[in-house]
């Protein structure tokens, strides 16, 4: 099954994370049967934008196979021009209901933010770029009063899931519609579960 809508999507893609949690996968759309069927076409139902970190292996994390996720990944899970691009491909030219932004514990682009806020260690390259674009998630949570890994990485989640529906009209339209909506989860390297933290257009409930 193919899932329509926003909700959907969104409960197909946790009852495969639940699978993946307890060892008990059930790999579908892996087989030779399911390239072949998906060689002409793809119709994936959901955008996952996720950090470029190795450990967070969309498909794996929740149980999915070929042609189910449209995959955009940066480090931070930063958002530019070309992630823009291709998040609304996914929405407006592939027809996914949903868009997820997955972050991480112990991200290492929250981190060297962080460094570089409390500690002044600005890093050189373009990876400066990417501190630079989650600096505002780490001052954002200090002006709260949020100081743990974890709140800052909750609060660059949200921002990230705002930042989104806020620069695209594609997804905001898609959002105000109900016939989209957007995601943000935090993934638990350690026992692999994802919660949602942040949403535009879910009728879940956030969690963390």
Not at 10 to 38: C, I, K, S, W
Not at 160 to 166: E, G, K, R
């Amino acid at each position: 099954m193919i899932p329509t809508s926003p909700d959907e999507a969104f409960a197909m893609l946790m009852e495969g994370n639940q699978r993946f949690v307890t060892g008990a996968p059930a790999h579908p759309n892996q087989d030779a049967a399911r390239r072949a069927e998906v060689a002409p076409a793809q119709s994936p139902f959901a955008v996952m934008f996720g950090c470029a970190d190795s450990r967070l292996a969309a498909e794996i994390i929740f149980d999915r196979g070929l042609g189910d996720l449209f995959v955009v990944r940066t480090a931070g899970h930063v958002v530019g021009t070309e992630v823009l691009g291709s998040i609304e491909y996914g929405v407006s030219v592939l027809g996914c209901p949903l868009v997820v932004v997955l972050g991480h514990d112990s991200c290492g682009a929250v981190a060297a933010a962080r460094a570089a806020v409390e500690d002044g260690a600005t890093p050189g390259g373009f990876v400066r770029d990417v501190v630079e674009r989650v600096t505002p998630s780490v001052l954002s949570a200090r002006a709260a009063g949020r100081s743990s890994e974890e709140e800052i990485l909750h609060e660059h989640i949200r921002n990230s899931v705002d930042l989104l529906v806020d620069r695209s009209q594609a997804l905001a339209e898609g959002v105000a519609a109900g016939r989209t909506a957007v995601a943000g989860l935090s993934y638990r390297l350690a026992d692999g579960t994802a919660r949602l933290v942040a949403s535009h257009g879910l009728s879940t409930t956030v969690t963390a």
